[in-house]
């Protein structure tokens, strides 16, 4: 936006500066002008045959270009030490600019370290290089999310393209083989552009809210998943306590599922359990969710949150997804204002636990 120039700050705290010193030095010899007169007669008074008294004609005429000098040497002292010292006072705001305007221009990697005491300046500059560091990782794991779904998305319309070469250039093998593995391919791309629009969905935090029961979201998860579990040989329990939360019931739905899900695509074959639990607590609303499994390690399970992250010691099935599931998981917690935490299991598999505000 433009905008008509004006005074810099340095010049406008120089005047100020300056003009405070005038001020002061006005007044300390209007004290001194108002002390000498109450001791000066406004006449002249004759003393012996010779001498007289001066009277404030006299001392007004001796007073005053004096006090009119120093007047001017203070005016003088004040422009050029306040000069100097706004100077002094504005360095660290001349590095927050230049700072500010590096980032501007696309470089995140440059931070401020301002030294020097705890004051405004230094509180300024922390808060700033933080800023920086939150932008740069956030960029980043843009970065790393583009690629990776580019890469993600790549994969089945590469699939396709080859399989409709092949029934291209053979009519003939167009059989049902063929049309199940296009079928396939296409559920997989649209699955992920799905999960990719849910997860924009989220984190724009474009959604109505209203009450939201987590022990009724669990219970319709796990009964909508129980013939997926019974399938694969797993046992899921439950044991949920109403749990009132102010959110999106769509996307704490999706949230309920992708965990039961999860839970059941990542376990033990033929022998698994899952635990599904709600409650309430003073502050909050809690909703966990645990499975039996491989152990994980505390890196890899630190690392299963971002977008496309699979634990390759975990068990794979035509079911594993499209490396969204927690990712979508987080990104709707962080849309509640809430916290996920991943813990893996002593004896293998994980616990992962949604904390959400009280409803």
Same mark, same amino acid.
């Given at each position: ?8 700050? %340095? ?14 030095? /006005? ?7 108002? !002390?000498?007169? %109450? ?10 045959? +010779? ?8 001392? #007004? ?11 001017? !040497?203070?005016?003088? !002292? ?26 501007? @221009? ?40 583009? +690629? ?18 092949? =029934? ?6 167009? $059989?049902? *083989?063929?049309?199940? %593995? ?6 997989? =791309? ?19 809210? @209203? ?38 019931? /769509? ?7 992708? #965990? ?9 074959? *033929?022998? @698994?359990?899952?635990?599904?639990? $709600?409650?309430?607590?003073? *502050?909050?609303?809690?909703? =966990?969710?645990?499975?039996? *499994?491989?152990? #994980? ?22 079911? =594993? ?29 994980? %616990? ?8």
């Amino acid at each position: 936006m433009d905008r008509a120039p004006g005074l810099s700050v %340095r010049l406008k705290l120089t005047l100020s500066y300056a003009g405070f010193l005038m001020v002061a030095g /006005a007044l300390m010899l209007a004290v001194v002008w108002v !002390f000498l007169l %109450r001791y000066v007669p406004d006449y002249e008074v004759m003393f012996g045959p +010779a001498g007289q008294i001066p009277n404030r004609s006299d001392l #007004l005429a001796a007073f005053g270009p004096k006090a009119a000098a120093m007047l001017v !040497f203070l005016l003088a !002292f004040g422009l050029v030490g306040g000069w100097m010292l706004a100077g002094r006072m504005l360095a660290p705001l001349s590095r927050i600019t230049d700072a500010t305007r590096m980032a501007a @221009g696309g470089s995140l990697s440059h931070r401020i370290r301002l030294d020097g005491p705890q004051d405004e300046f230094r509180e300024l500059a922390d808060s700033f290089d933080a800023m920086l560091a939150r932008l740069q990782a956030h960029v980043d794991e843009q970065r790393r999310f583009a +690629a990776n779904a580019s890469h993600e998305l790549r994969t089945p319309l590469a699939t396709t393209k080859t399989l409709l070469d092949v =029934a291209r250039d053979d009519p003939d093998s167009l $059989t049902g *083989g063929l049309v199940d %593995r296009l079928h396939t391919v296409n559920t997989r =791309a649209i699955d992920l552009t799905e999960a990719l629009l849910l997860l924009s969905r989220a984190d724009q935090r474009a959604f109505a809210r @209203g009450p939201v029961d987590l022990s009724l979201l669990a219970e319709e998860a796990t009964e909508t998943l129980l013939p997926f579990a019974e399938k694969h040989g797993v046992t899921v329990e439950t044991a949920t306590d109403v749990s009132r939360t102010v959110g999106s019931h /769509a996307l704490l739905l999706q949230l309920t599922m992708n #965990l039961v899900h999860n839970a059941i695509v990542h376990n033990l074959p *033929g022998h @698994g359990t899952v635990w599904v639990t $709600t409650g309430a607590h003073p *502050g909050g609303v809690r909703l =966990a969710v645990e499975n039996t *499994g491989e152990r #994980l390690s505390p890196f890899l399970t630190s690392t299963l949150v971002e977008p496309f992250q699979r634990g390759t010691a975990r068990i794979r099935t035509e079911h =594993a997804g499209v490396g969204l599931g927690l990712a979508i998981v987080n990104s709707i917690t962080q849309a509640h204002d809430g916290t996920l935490t991943l813990t893996p299991r002593a004896a293998g598999g994980l %616990r992962v636990t949604v904390e959400l505000p009280n409803g």
